[in-house]
């Protein structure tokens, strides 16, 4: 027997059917399967393990999050009630779920997210504060990306693992003093490991060393999920330099052969850590080139999301259908934007996933400020 539960007080997105119920649900798991119970009369919906894909628990500070694919329709479940949580997780990663806990780290460092490598460098655990210029801060929330710029389908989501790596949509930051990472904290090992995959020290790397330059202003755009691909979540942070050479000298060190991926193995192993000070050791991913029309620079990478060897890693990937990290950056002028993506099905969502970052190419190069 692999254990059961039951678990009341939970509301699903999208609904089970057109209109549906979507709160006052009942996750039922046993050995056949998972059963959701909703509505008045209750009517309960039944589906095998086997026809589950893509399932995640994510236990965040005050609530849990339950993703899976069914049917290649990609499902939410939220609740505010954590007391049956090792239970649940303890079911779920017998089938094959990733189990991760969010854990909130100490001090300043939790407000910067990591994929803002390529922008806070030297001060990768930056202070900030709120006081943009109308016009320019008008034209970077502009560039991000945005749900029209995806196909129909896609929502707003506060669950996904990019969490990990993207500041919170919408709020703007400022940096104003540095410090430096914590020795042997999770980012001074990511550092290290960044560095040595890039052949860079620590000295000239300006990405996490003391060579960065801070961006004067920080935006990210909301995570967009859908189920297309058998589902993936998307989205894009936009930083604004003072000057154009501050970005050219952050794309030189980009244009490196194996910057993409040094990059995204660098944020696969900080979201298997947890956030935890041990990092567990991830595989070099692969260079992602995406296809774009647009001037400027691009360039990115992929990696799987699976159960790294380390003990220390939160994390239960399953192992015959491991989710993807995609990472790429574009630059030009006085921007650089990320966009990440968590998806279920590489490389069969390549040309989707280049079409949205030549949006975000196309947009810093036809923005009002290019020049220096």
């Not at 960044?194 to 004067?216: E, I, L, N, T, W």
């Not at 991926?261 to 692969?286: D, F, M």
């Not at 774009?292 to 999301?305: E, I, N, S």
């Not at 003990?311 to 921007?335: D, E, F, Q």
């Amino acid at each position: 027997m692999s254990g059961s539960f039951r678990s009341e007080g939970w509301a699903v997105r999208p609904s089970f059917v057109p209109h549906g119920v979507t709160s006052g649900v009942t996750l039922l798991a046993d050995d056949q399967g998972l059963t959701q119970l909703s509505g008045d009369p209750q009517v309960a919906w039944q589906t095998p393990w086997s026809e589950i894909g893509s399932m995640q628990l994510v236990r965040f500070s005050r609530s849990l999050a339950f993703f899976a694919t069914i049917d290649g329709v990609r499902y939410v479940w939220r609740t505010n009630r954590r007391d049956q949580y090792d239970e649940i997780a303890e079911v779920l990663g017998t089938h094959g779920a990733r189990v991760v806990r969010r854990r909130r780290r100490a001090g300043v460092i939790a407000v910067v997210a990591v994929v803002l490598l390529a922008s806070l460098a030297g001060g990768i655990a930056s202070f900030f504060t709120r006081n943009p210029s109308a016009t320019t801060l008008s034209e970077l929330k502009a560039v991000n990306l945005k749900v029209d710029d995806l196909p129909s389908g896609f929502y707003a989501t506060t669950g996904s693992l990019l969490n990990y790596l993207f500041s919170p949509p919408g709020k703007v930051y400022r940096a104003t003093t540095t410090t430096a990472p914590a020795a042997n904290s999770a980012w001074s090992q990511v550092a290290a490991r960044f560095q040595h995959c890039m052949g860079v020290s620590a000295a000239k790397d300006r990405m996490f060393g003391a060579a960065g330059q801070q961006p004067v202003y920080q935006v990210s755009s909301p995570i967009f999920a859908s189920s297309l691909h058998g589902g993936l979540e998307v989205g894009s942070t936009a930083q604004y330099y003072k000057t154009t050479t501050m970005v050219q000298k952050d794309t030189a060190e980009m244009s490196a052969k194996n910057f993409g991926s040094c990059l995204v193995a660098t944020n696969a192993a900080l979201i298997l850590s947890g956030y935890t000070v041990h990092v567990p050791t991830v595989a070099q991913g692969n260079t992602w080139q995406p296809v774009t029309f647009a001037k400027g620079f691009a360039r990115g990478g992929v990696t799987t999301l699976t159960q790294s060897s380390s003990s220390a890693s939160p994390t239960n990937a399953p192992t015959t259908a491991p989710l993807h990290l995609v990472i790429a950056i574009v630059t030009a002028g006085h921007y650089e934007v990320t966009f990440g993506a968590i998806v279920a099905k590489w490389p069969d969502t390549k040309p989707l996933l280049s079409n949205i970052v030549n949006t975000l190419l196309t947009r810093i190069t036809n923005s009002g400020s290019t020049a220096a």
